[in-house]
């Protein structure tokens, strides 16, 4: 057995037993012959954040997933603390004290939030769980980490946000010693981003390892004390924190440095047409709210979330039902029942979340692309196999997607490669008006430049389109327009030298009565 090498503790005060370096040795992992991890080794030091970053496809979350019991490696092993580790499960690998937070939630829906946090660590009498001996431990946490979630709420009614804060409650909640921590934040707004950090800090100052799997570079720079860049499943280095930057991080997890983060933004016209046209427009959570969006031209769409943003966007949409108002696409009353109608008159939407509302996961990738428009790759009701081939081919090759992956169900591509493939099937039905939610949430900083081309693009061809974010430098760098929400009502709209991220966040914390004109 190798000897575990010793590091250099910035924790003086843990003890030797609570100094457990892991070690990652010659790890490989392939899936379809196709090889996602190749001869990996590193030391994830005890008491550090240690985050891992790369491209989507790099191999990131199936190192966490090895490391978690989730994933088998096909040849090499884990150590934890000098120990040769053999996970089957994450319940395995939790008795070792290893906790995973997911990218992909996994909440169970039907269980209330406390429920879910202490999952299969109720406290009980003779079998009996004990509820008042559960919410008062969730009180403690909740109060502990700066999480405001109500215990009795049933998790599945949470949004998306919500959902990934009940998933770290639980992680805590176990007590564990490394924490694997995937895209923990990409569902978080600003603040509660900022409220996690602190906890991260916290946990490792108590002497738990965090290994921090993030697409958000600022972030990684500013918590881990050690980075890892992978690259097409191989290592490319690992180097102190202080001894990185962002420039340094791309380059490595490209191998070429990116350039501008955001296209040069082309204006339309100023007598360009409508192509959406809402007004006096109420649903859910949605009130009196009224804006256009004209030929060629990106508006964002801003606010905390919670804001209503992706309730309006639904409401549009007609995937939910909306109480008044009007909606125009050129010039004509949207009156359509649902959203099947409305992909009919040419308004199309990219949902939030992909894996519970916008893909089919156990279908092939190149059956999601077409399903949006099958009538264009068929003939009295016969698939095309040809042309079904070359024009999925054709739209993978724009968003970055490698065309191999064709057959393979899409639930075995990264979370960033099916947000791409999302984006393609979008495209492919050819709407005039695109409504995109949280664009490029779990995708890596070169795809993201891949998918804002593709927005911009399709905005200078003449469409429409509406973008919904929580990173403020996504908004301010794509849209020409910002609308900024704020508890169900459009408070603000800025646009030219007015529109910075400082003045988003003064509207998104404004007066709801406000109007757009701030009347």
Not at 45 to 65: Q, R
Not at 166 to 185: K, Q, W
Not at 285 to 304: C, D, K, T, Y
């Amino acid at each position: 057995m190798p000897v575990r090498t010793a590091v250099k503790s910035p924790h003086p005060h843990r003890t030797a037993r609570e100094a457990r370096d892991l070690r990652v040795v010659g790890v490989s992992k392939r899936f379809g012959g196709v090889p996602a991890l190749c001869d990996v080794s590193l030391t994830i030091a005890s008491g550090h954040v240690h985050a891992l970053v790369g491209e989507n496809g790099a191999g990131k979350s199936t190192l966490g997933k090895i490391i978690s019991g989730v994933l088998s490696p096909d040849s090499g092993h884990c150590e934890l603390g000098g120990e040769r580790l053999v996970l089957r499960s994450p319940r395995g690998a939790l008795g070792c004290g290893i906790a995973t937070i997911a990218q992909e939630l996994a909440i169970v829906p039907g269980l209330s939030v406390a429920e879910n946090v202490f999952l299969g660590a109720e406290a009980n009498v003779a079998g009996f769980v004990r509820r008042a001996s559960i919410r008062r431990q969730f009180r403690e946490l909740t109060a502990r980490v700066g999480f405001d979630l109500p215990a009795d709420r049933i998790a599945g009614s949470l949004r998306i946000a919500d959902q990934q804060k009940v998933e770290i409650l639980r992680a805590l909640a176990r007590n564990a010693s490394l924490i694997v921590m995937d895209e923990p934040t990409a569902a978080l707004s600003s603040r509660e981003a900022e409220s996690l950090h602190a906890v991260i800090r916290s946990l490792a100052r108590d002497g738990k390892t965090v290994v921090l799997i993030s697409h958000f570079l600022t972030e990684v720079l500013e918590l881990a004390d050690t980075i890892t860049t992978l690259r097409d499943g191989q290592l490319v280095r690992t180097l102190p924190a202080g001894e990185a930057s962002e420039e340094s991080l791309i380059e490595g997890m490209l191998g070429r440095s990116l350039g501008t983060a955001f296209p040069e933004k082309c204006f339309a016209p100023e007598d360009s047409p409508v192509v959406l046209d809402v007004g006096g427009f109420s649903a859910p959570q949605v009130h009196n709210v009224s804006f256009s969006v004209r030929a060629g031209e990106i508006v964002g769409l801003a606010g905390l979330v919670g804001s209503g943003r992706s309730e309006l966007a639904h409401a549009i949409f007609r995937d939910v039902k909306a109480e008044s108002g009007t909606v125009a696409l050129n010039g004509s009353p949207l009156r359509v029942r649902g959203p099947k109608g409305a992909l009919r008159r040419g308004l199309a939407m990219i949902p939030e979340s992909r894996k519970d509302q916008g893909l089919l996961l156990s279908r092939s990738v190149q059956e999601n692309v077409t399903l949006s428009n099958l009538k264009k790759v068929s003939r009295l009701g016969w698939v095309k196999p040809f042309q079904e081939k070359r024009d999925v081919t054709e739209l993978l090759n724009r968003v970055t997607v490698k065309n191999s992956t064709l057959k393979s169900p899409v639930a075995s591509l990264s979370g960033g490669n099916q947000q791409k493939v999302l984006f393609a099937r979008t495209v492919f039905c050819a709407p005039q008006v695109l409504i995109v939610d949280e664009p490029t949430r779990g995708v890596d900083v070169g795809s993201k430049r891949a998918l804002y081309d593709l927005l911009s693009d399709y905005a200078k061809a003449g469409n429409g389109v509406l973008v919904i974010s929580s990173e403020l430098e996504e908004i301010i760098g794509l849209a020409h327009r910002v609308l900024v929400m704020r508890l169900g009502h459009l408070v603000a709209e800025l646009s030219g030298p007015d529109m910075t991220q400082q003045a988003v966040l003064a509207a998104a914390f404004a007066d709801p009565i406000r109007n757009a004109s701030g009347n």
